[in-house]
Antibody, heavy 114, light 112 residues
């Protein structure tokens, strides 16, 4: 069974950091385009960034609002990707989803508040 | 950035009746490699988004055949041939042809 599970969300103060994890089973992350998407409360979906598969260079790409603050990385041995979020702002408050090969996780809530 | 515009914003449909959602992009979504990276998602109430259609017209695994996608260039359509109660939620189109990827604003579908 294919499954994607995000974790690592929580409450953090403005300026703080958080690392989200995206663990997959049933398919290999290194071979897939893995996207990170977020949804602020009551709002639509917003693309955050993605990691290209190894065959396309295996490099990350980011949306403008998070570039320079967020970093996508991966641990192939754990079939897991990470979204390191630094210098968090209140407007980063959202449910964060990761997805690849058509499969998406249930999301993890990040709340940035003092 | 490519702007994705969905019409209508909301739709109220009688079960068994068809429904159609339009998605227009501000630029052609035809990639230089020949593919068109237009996707449709459904987000049911309280759930994460689920992929319905990829690359304009391909149904994802397990998606009922009452869902179909069509279009080219800048104009795309998602059709539900006979709406069922389980189809309620917000539908989003997504373009993956150019970074940054961009979503449409969403179309809320409810049952009459």
């Amino acid at each position: 069974e294919v499954q994607v599970v995000e974790s690592g969300g929580g409450l953090v103060e403005p300026g703080g950091s958080l690392r989200l994890s995206c663990e997959a089973s049933g398919f290999t992350l290194i071979n897939a385009w893995i996207n990170w998407v977020r949804q602020a409360p009551g709002k639509g979906l917003e693309w955050v960034g993605r990691m290209k598969p190894k065959t396309a260079g295996g490099t990350p790409e980011y949306a403008a609002p998070v570039k320079g603050r967020f970093t996508i990385s991966r641990d192939d041995s754990k079939n897991t990707q990470y979204l390191q979020m630094n210098s968090l702002k209140t407007e980063d408050t959202a449910v964060y989803y990761c997805g690849g090969s058509g499969y998406w996780g249930q999301g993890t809530l990040v709340t940035v508040s003092s | 950035d490519i702007v994705m515009t969905q019409i209508p914003l909301s739709l109220s449909v009688t079960p068994g009746q068809p429904a159609s959602i339009s998605c227009k992009s501000s630029q052609s979504l035809l990639h230089s490699g020949g593919n068109t990276y237009l996707y449709w998602f459904l987000q049911k109430p309280g759930q994460s988004p689920q992929l319905l259609i990829y690359e304009v017209s391909n149904r994802f695994s397990g998606v009922p055949d009452r869902f179909s996608g069509s279009g080219s260039g800048t104009d795309f359509t998602l059709k539900i041939s006979r709406v069922e109660a389980e189809d309620v939620g917000v539908y989003y189109c997504l373009q993956g042809t150019q970074v940054p990827l961009t979503f449409g604003g969403g179309t809320k579908v409810e049952i009459k």
